[in-house]
C-alpha cells in the first residue's frame, strides 16, 4: 500500500483509499466540483477547468476523453441517468442540461442567466449567499442539484440563492415549489443534493443545517433523519438501498441506511468541502473532496475490502 493509501470505514462499509488512481493526461486540470458513474462504469468528473470540464475515466482510472470546452460557467453536478445521459447543473447560469455520454446536448431547462426573486442581489455569485434568501422564489436563483422520478418528474434543489425544491413535470414545466429559508421543519438553509429513492420519497441535503430531510412528492414533509450529519452537501443511494453522504462542513463520509442511521463514518476535518459521491457496480466509490497535503479538490477513489 502507498503512502497515499490507507483504509477507512468499519466492518462491510472498509475501503481502501487511492488518491491518485486517475491517470490525468498532461495539459488537463482537475478541479473537481462532482462525480458520476454509468452503467458502463465509467467515471465522470465535471470539473471546474474551462477547458476540459466533462473528464472521463475507467474504472481503474484510465482516460477516456473529455468535452465541454465553453459550455459552463461554473460547474456544479452531474449524474447520469438510466439511459447513461448524463444531467448537468450549471449553478451560476441557472440552467440543468442533459447530455449524451459524448457530450451532445439534449435538453435545457432553466433560461440562462434568469435569477429569481428572493432577496439575494442577482450580482451576487458568492457561495454564501445563501445567507441573505429572504424569502422562497420561483425557478431559479443560483441551483444546485436534480433528480428524475420514474414517472419523468424532475425534482431540483435551488439553493445558493433561493431556499426551495421545486418539481417539474417530464416536460420541464413548473409543477409546485416548497421551502421558505429556515431552520425550523420543512424550512432550508442552503438545500443542495437531491435523490428520489426506491420508495419514491424525495430526499433532501439540507447543508447548513446539518441534515437530511425527507418529503413525499407534492412537498410533505415525511421525517427528518435523525442522524446528524455536518454540512451534508450530497447523497448517493446504491442497489441496496444504502445512502452514502458527503459532509461537506467536515470533510467526512457518512453510510446511512434509508432511515438515516448511520452505519460507518469516516474522513478528516483537513477534507473539509467534500462535494460528491457515486459508487460503481463493484461497491467501490468515487469521492470529490480535497488531496492530502493542501492538494486542490479532486475524485479520490475508495475500493471496497469490506
Not at 462491510?12 to 486540470?29: H, L, M, N, Q
Not at 449524474?79 to 459524448?102: E, I, P
Request: hydrophobic fraction near 40%; include cysteine.
Amino acid at each position: 500500500m502507498s503512502a497515499l493509501e490507507m483504509l477507512v470505514g468499519s466492518g462491510k462499509y472498509t475501503y481502501r483509499v487511492d488518491e491518485d488512481w486517475a491517470r490525468v493526461p498532461s495539459g488537463i486540470d482537475i478541479l473537481a466540483a462532482s462525480v458520476t458513474v454509468d452503467s458502463k462504469d465509467r467515471v465522470y468528473c465535471f470539473s471546474r477547468d474551462r477547458s476540459h470540464p466533462v473528464v472521463v475515466f475507467d474504472r481503474d482510472g484510465g482516460f477516456l476523453g473529455s468535452w465541454g470546452a465553453g459550455l459552463f460557467a461554473f460547474p456544479h453536478t452531474i449524474r447520469a441517468d438510466n439511459a447513461d445521459n448524463l444531467w448537468l447543473v450549471d449553478r451560476d447560469l441557472g440552467q440543468m442540461m442533459l447530455f449524451t455520454a459524448s457530450g451532445q446536448l439534449l435538453r435545457t431547462i432553466g433560461t440562462r442567466g434568469f435569477r429569481s426573486d428572493t432577496g439575494v442581489r442577482p450580482d451576487d455569485f458568492r457561495s454564501d449567499a445563501y445567507r441573505d434568501v429572504t424569502h422562497g422564489g420561483p425557478p431559479f436563483n443560483l441551483p444546485t442539484d436534480i433528480d428524475v422520478a420514474p414517472s419523468g418528474d424532475l425534482f431540483v434543489t435551488d439553493g445558493y440563492g433561493n431556499a426551495r425544491v421545486h418539481k417539474l413535470g417530464p416536460d420541464g414545466m413548473h409543477v409546485l415549489s416548497w421551502g421558505e429559508p429556515g431552520t425550523e421543519p420543512g424550512q432550508f438553509k442552503l438545500p443542495h443534493g437531491v435523490w428520489i429513492d426506491r420508495r419514491q420519497r424525495v430526499l433532501v441535503c439540507d447543508r447548513e443545517n446539518d441534515r437530511v430531510q425527507v418529503f413525499d412528492q407534492a412537498g410533505g414533509l415525511l421525517s427528518i433523519w435523525p442522524t446528524r450529519l455536518i454540512g451534508p452537501a450530497v447523497l448517493y443511494v446504491d442497489a441496496n438501498d444504502i445512502a452514502y453522504v458527503v459532509e461537506h462542513n467536515a470533510g467526512m463520509v457518512s453510510v446511512l441506511t434509508l432511515d438515516g442511521e448511520r452505519l460507518a463514518q469516516w474522513g478528516d476535518p483537513a477534507f473539509r468541502s467534500c462535494h460528491g459521491i457515486w459508487g460503481d457496480s463493484r461497491g467501490d466509490l468515487y469521492v470529490v473532496r480535497p488531496g492530502s497535503w493542501g492538494r486542490r479538490r479532486r475524485i479520490v477513489k475508495h475500493v471496497r475490502v469490506g
